[in-house]
């Protein structure tokens, strides 16, 4: 069994205080590149961050231009990576050992023309989102037993490395959040950070539990930038934001995320409704505000205190409003003004 010298050890070590030391999530993959160099000879590496089987971001060295839909079609039947999915528990395999030596290299063949590599040792991270895989490769010479044990060593706290990345990535649009909730989705639609203010919105706005996904409202105004359905001039500037109207109140949204980033960072933010929007229906600003509160369920007697007036002063505000609105309840008068709020919020 391969053991590590006092030397390698000391070497390992110094390796991961380095690897632990803070990183942007943007400059991950050169870092932990730099890193490998330093452990283990090989003439090529890959880096792949893979979601729904979709290359969401890879890092190559030397470098070349992928072809990545092909990797996209390739990457589960593709042998090597079928081989890590199924063992995924274990330590780093070494290619030779999988006894498929032809089938990859006829495999990588149709992915990675240029690099004609037969040996590989490398691992993948397929229980979290994005999918995580690290490939170290050679073109002569086998990896050794002491290269896959400290490449086993290195596996977890690349991993926790990885994901403290991430954590500084989210962290950084908290600054634009503050007395607002703040949440990152992945490409999944999993949600992976979020503030309590931004949970405790979702579970109001939406009605039922948002700790995992992303309510479908949010997913559909998301995939409008992603299909690219705004206007083709206006494509650099920032989404207009998502509203619904909850009561009295609205839940605004806007995204911190490039039109086509690998994850979504929200802001969230409560705004109270302006009745004044009401004024709109051809009603004046006492009738207003008087229409609007009828919308919350108040009786006249309710709205009288909140706006310092007698109930038969209500009374005949109502009057008023309904021969305007031209319906004949109060409670068609309500959904005049709910309908009316809706479609200004959108």
């Given at each position: 069994?391969?053991?590590?010298?006092?030397?390698?050890?000391?070497?390992?070590?110094?390796?991961?205080?380095?690897?632990?030391?803070?990183?942007?999530?943007?400059?991950?993959?050169?870092?932990?590149?730099?890193?490998?160099?330093?452990?283990?000879?090989?003439?090529?590496?890959?880096?792949?961050?893979?979601?729904?089987?979709?290359?969401?971001?890879?890092?190559?060295?030397?470098?070349?231009?992928?072809?990545?839909?092909?990797?996209?079609?390739?990457?589960?039947?593709?042998?090597?990576?079928?081989?890590?999915?199924?063992?995924?528990?274990?330590?780093?395999?070494?290619?030779?050992?999988?006894?498929?030596?032809?089938?990859?290299?006829?495999?990588?063949?149709?992915?990675?023309?240029?690099?004609?590599?037969?040996?590989?040792?490398?691992?993948?991270?397929?229980?979290?989102?994005?999918?995580?895989?690290?490939a170290l490769n050679r073109l002569?010479?086998?990896?050794s037993e002491k290269d896959r044990?400290?490449?086993?060593?290195?596996?977890?706290?690349?991993?926790?490395?990885?994901?403290?990345?991430?954590?500084?990535?989210?962290?950084?649009?908290?600054?634009?959040?503050?007395?607002?909730?703040?949440?990152?989705?992945?490409?999944?639609?999993?949600?992976?950070?979020?503030?309590?203010?931004?949970?405790?919105?979702?579970?109001?706005?939406?009605?039922?539990?948002?700790?995992?996904?992303?309510?479908?409202?949010?997913?559909?105004?998301?995939?409008?930038?992603?299909?690219?359905?705004?206007?083709?001039?206006?494509?650099?500037?920032?989404?207009?934001?998502?509203?619904?109207?909850?009561?009295?109140?609205?839940?605004?949204?806007?995204?911190?995320?490039?039109?086509?980033?690998?994850?979504?960072?929200?802001?969230?933010?409560?705004?109270?409704?302006?009745?004044?929007?009401?004024?709109?229906?051809?009603?004046?600003?006492?009738?207003?505000?008087?229409?609007?509160?009828v919308s919350q369920g108040k009786?006249?007697?309710?709205?009288?205190?909140?706006?310092?007036?007698?109930?038969?002063?209500?009374?005949?505000?109502?009057?008023?409003?309904?021969?305007?609105?031209?319906?004949?309840?109060?409670?068609?008068?309500?959904?005049?003004?709910?309908?009316?709020?809706?479609?200004?919020?959108?």
């Amino acid at each position: 069994m391969a053991r590590l010298r006092h030397s390698e050890v000391e070497a390992l070590s110094q390796i991961l205080l380095e690897l632990y030391s803070p990183c942007s999530y943007a400059d991950f993959p050169v870092r932990l590149f730099a890193l490998l160099r330093r452990c283990f000879s090989f003439d090529f590496f890959d880096y792949h961050e893979i979601a729904n089987n979709r290359n969401e971001r890879n890092f190559v060295y030397p470098e070349y231009k992928p072809r990545v839909g092909v990797f996209e079609a390739y990457v589960h039947p593709h042998c090597t990576w079928t081989a890590f999915a199924r063992q995924r528990a274990q330590p780093p395999l070494p290619i030779p050992d999988l006894s498929i030596l032809g089938e990859r290299q006829r495999a990588d063949f149709r992915v990675l023309p240029e690099s004609r590599q037969n040996y590989q040792l490398g691992f993948t991270v397929s229980d979290q989102l994005p999918q995580l895989g690290i490939a170290l490769n050679r073109l002569n010479g086998d990896f050794s037993e002491k290269d896959r044990l400290m490449f086993g060593l290195l596996k977890p706290h690349v991993v926790r490395a990885f994901n403290t990345s991430k954590l500084v990535a989210y962290f950084s649009g908290v600054g634009e959040a503050v007395d607002q909730g703040y949440l990152v989705a992945d490409a999944a639609w999993r949600i992976r950070f979020a503030t309590s203010k931004a949970s405790r919105w979702l579970q109001e706005y939406f009605g039922r539990n948002q700790n995992d996904f992303l309510p479908d409202l949010l997913k559909d105004w998301l995939k409008q930038r992603r299909s690219k359905t705004l206007n083709t001039s206006k494509l650099s500037s920032p989404l207009e934001e998502f509203s619904m109207l909850g009561g009295s109140k609205r839940l605004l949204v806007r995204s911190l995320s490039p039109l086509k980033g690998l994850e979504f960072r929200l802001v969230l933010r409560e705004a109270q409704v302006d009745a004044g929007q009401l004024e709109a229906l051809g009603l004046t600003k006492r009738e207003a505000e008087v229409l609007f509160w009828v919308s919350q369920g108040k009786r006249n007697s309710e709205i009288g205190l909140i706006l310092g007036a007698q109930p038969r002063t209500i009374t005949k505000h109502i009057e008023h409003i309904l021969e305007r609105l031209s319906v004949e309840t109060r409670t068609a008068a309500a959904r005049v003004a709910i309908d009316h709020l809706t479609r200004e919020s959108t």
